[in-house]
């Protein structure tokens, strides 16, 4: 049983489908007669290839919404090219700017652009939906994961066309803000502070017990703070390395800067937080020896609607007859048919 089909495959109605197989293709289409929303990741061309484009969804069901999400859009000279996240992320422009200036670029921990592509890919959807509202007409949302990683990446662009200032890895640092980094505690904990806001920094200063600093001509605003952050990294470095995290964490709670831990997943599983706020979800799964499985919570929190994990991902197949009989109307004998033939 793998935990991420598990959490990621959550809520969903689980069937299959032999789209090479003519009957297959007939199903698609008759499934796509009532629906909103049609999600597809193939290489572009795939879906016209079996006969099943966007003009063929159209011509039977005028309002669908095609969200088509590949490496690089629906056009271009890289349309054609297979397209993964590491790769999508390394030409978005991420990578080259993720870790530190004498070291190789260095990956994210998890599956940036392939999450991000999915953000936009439900945010273009429910744009598309929303217009629909004026015509009734449907529309294809074309979702490149590239691009998705691309429109991450601040004003690089800008800063590059009209400075040119390419801007490189600098490790955690901010490169246009001071101080914004991560310190080592005393009990060997990182903690990350923010306090690059000039009333921030004040306080900083005061919890510092250093509330000289904000005379100083070194740090006296953000402009000089950053021209001097190695040595206001220092400073900052030994004060909280002279505390343990709890108490680094209090002290400047208490002063209003801006500060958290470096947290693990158990960390995070741990936190209170988490916990009250529902995202450390356990679903009953009699499949699982603890008879729960546990996963994220849902995002973002309608207080009027919210959102709920109804189940866990299932086995393939395990709504066909929820589906192609109840849904589309099939009785027992072309179920059992399409079964044999290895269509669904």
Known sequence: ISAWWLAQSRNKRLITLDLHHPDGKALALKLIEDVDIVIENFRPGRLEGWNL?????KAINPGVILVRISGFGQTGPYRERAGYGNVSESMGGVRYVTGFPDRPPVRVGVSLGDSLAAQHAAFGAMLALRARERDGQGQVVDVAITEAVFALTEAMLTEYKHADIVRERAGNSLLRAAPSNVYQTADGHWLAIGGNGENVFRRFAQALGRPSLVEDERFRNNHAR?????????????????????????????????????????????????????????????????????MPGVVPRLVETPGAIVHTGGDLGADNQAIYGDFLGLDARELERLQAEGVI
């Open 53 to 57: 484009g966007y003009e063929c969804m």
């Open 226 to 294: 950053v021209a001097h952050h190695d040595e206001l990294d220092e400073i900052i470095g030994s004060w909280v390395a002279s505390h343990t995290l709890a108490e680094a964490q209090a002290i400047l709670d208490e002063a209003g800067v801006p500060a958290g831990p470096v947290m693990s997943i158990a960390d995070i599983a741990a936190d209170r937080q988490y916990q009250e706020r529902g995202m450390i979800a356990a679903v009953p799964d009699e499949r699982m020896s603890e008879g729960v499985v546990f």
